[in-house]
């Protein structure tokens, strides 16, 4: 299997996570569990099962790891670390710090470093690891025979519950002429050797703020357009805003409320023509990425064959992951609403749990996810936003603390960005949560522990924070509700106290 290019760190990629020699075992009995897909699900649910004592067999077709190794997290990752020490030294003087002379980006050492990041963590995900499990590891395209068979090649593997955990991809909109003008996807992307000059990114959402930002600071010119009015749209507004003007202050065009009626191709350069508040215009650029939603993959497993039944967003599933096939699972991008590595993680355990055993079930509804789009600064979200607990009739008080009202965010330089705390109106139960910092994913957990835990906001109010930390502000929030407490009377007797104890 041919990866671009074809150097010695994706040849060592390759070689883990999809060996040119590999040999498919010979099956033999009735597994416990089958799980298609070698994704972060996928991997997660197999040596999960292998370790309590399950048979079982694991399909990928392509490579082991799925898009978060190859073509996701960790090398996207890898480009905006690049990019933010770019966007670090293009700053330095704000400290004092300058700079002597023209500073040179060498894209191509940028995503070699890349490759070779990737390359050390794929061992994590090989076939020999799992197969050192005691899982028959099957690459090769695979789809289900019945329900209760899959078929890999010339193998068919009997199962008693299986999983489905198979991902998604880039969902591409009905451009007319975008298939003959060529664009890129996540899994094209990272085959770059040569920074493009000028990059289109259709799609306003979390892929597509993170690879704007980081290709601007990288050397590119980015433009970003998306038919919203706003980007990330499934995020608090004011944070939308905040990574709104960081992408702008770096030099990226947004063009936004962007409706694209075509897209052509001359002298190698791709032509987009769009709308914008009824005025036509045209762009011109040397590439375009489109990063405008996911859809699942499972056109090629037969899924009618196993009786499973699916629609656009992927495998239907109830509460416990099973599928109208209550045999067979599914887990993360393919069967879940939140399309993250974590969330295929815990999916996956739900299945464990599920599947394998007879009690107790576990559903995915109580789940608490949070979720961190990886701009300059990060926007770190879990729980309700005001828009979701306004659609549920949910009537909520909001706390929030300037991240550049705390000493740390002062002495950082860290002007922008918030912790903001959104609580069930009359109490301290935390229903969600936005952090807008430079680590704000990092920060995010403490809260999404509170929530796990059934701890109210007060009790963050006694966490101590090393001074000084940005995370200060998560404690200030919480004090600002305990400062709420503080009734008229209460202030009366206090006030009284006080007086008779001068």
């Not at 309590?52 to 067999?57: H, I, P």
């Not at 995503?111 to 050390?120: E, F, H, K, Q």
């Not at 609403?337 to 355990?349: G, I, M």
């Not at 903001?420 to 301290?428: A, C, E, L, N, T």
Request: charged letters at 20%.
């Amino acid at each position: 299997m041919l990866i671009r290019p074809w150097d010695t760190f994706n040849q060592r990629l390759v070689a883990n996570v999809h060996p040119p020699t590999w040999q498919n075992p010979t099956p033999s009995g009735k597994y416990n569990l089958v799980v298609i897909g070698g994704g972060s699900a996928g991997l997660v649910a197999a040596a999960g099962a292998a370790g309590l004592g399950a048979k079982v067999a694991l399909v990928e077709k392509h490579l082991l790891g799925g898009d978060c190794l190859n073509v996701g997290c960790v090398p996207s990752k890898s480009v905006i670390r690049a990019a933010r020490a770019a966007g670090d030294v293009a700053c330095a003087g704000e400290f004092g710090v300058h700079v002597s002379g023209a500073v040179s980006i060498d894209f191509g050492a940028v995503m070699a470093r890349m490759r070779r990041v990737r390359a050390d963590i794929s061992d994590h995900d090989s076939a020999q690891r799992f197969a050192n499990l005691g899982i028959d590891v099957f690459l090769g395209e695979g789809h289900f025979g019945s329900g209760d068979t899959f078929m890999v090649g010339d193998a068919t593997l009997h199962f008693s519950k299986a999983l489905i955990a198979t991902g998604s991809r880039a969902a591409i909109p009905p451009i007319p002429g975008l298939d003959t003008a060529g664009y890129l996807t996540n899994e094209t992307l990272f085959e770059l050797t040569e920074r493009p000059e000028r990059l289109a990114i259709i799609g306003g959402g979390p892929i597509g703020a993170e690879m704007a930002q980081a290709f601007q600071r990288l050397g590119s010119q980015v433009y970003l357009l998306d038919a919203g009015a706003r980007l990330l749209h499934r995020d608090d507004a004011d944070a939308a805003a905040l990574v709104a003007d960081a992408l702008a202050r770096d030099g990226v065009q947004l063009l936004l409320k962007c409706e694209i009626s075509g897209a052509t191709l001359a002298a190698g350069k791709r032509t987009l023509s769009y709308t914008i508040d009824g005025q036509a215009a045209e762009l011109t650029v040397d590439a375009v990425l489109v990063a405008a939603g996911r859809q699942p993959n499972i056109e090629t497993l037969d899924l009618a064959a196993a009786g499973v039944t699916a629609h656009r967003r992927g495998i239907e599933v109830n509460d416990y992951l099973q599928s109208s096939n209550p045999n067979i699972y599914a887990a993360g991008d393919v069967g879940f609403k939140y399309q993250f590595t974590h969330t295929a993680d815990f999916t996956a355990r739900i299945v464990l749990q599920n599947a394998l055993f007879p009690f107790p079930k576990r559903k995915a509804s109580d789940l608490i996810v949070p979720w961190t789009t990886y701009t300059d600064p990060e926007v770190a979200h879990v729980g309700l936003t005001p828009a979701d607990a306004e659609q549920a009739g949910i009537a909520i008080t909001t706390f929030s603390q300037a991240i550049g009202e705390t000493d740390r965010g002062r002495a950082d330089g860290d002007d922008e960005g918030f912790v903001r705390v959104h609580v069930k109106r009359g109490s301290d139960k935390i229903l969600g949560a936005t952090i807008v910092a430079r680590h704000a994913g990092e920060m995010l957990n403490e809260i999404t522990l509170a929530m796990n835990n059934n701890l109210g906001l007060k009790s963050l109010a006694n966490v101590i924070h090393p001074y000084p930390t940005q995370a200060e502000a998560i404690r200030q929030v919480a004090d600002q509700y305990n400062r709420t407490r503080l009734t008229a009377p209460l202030q009366r007797v206090a006030g009284w106290w006080m007086a008779r104890t001068r």
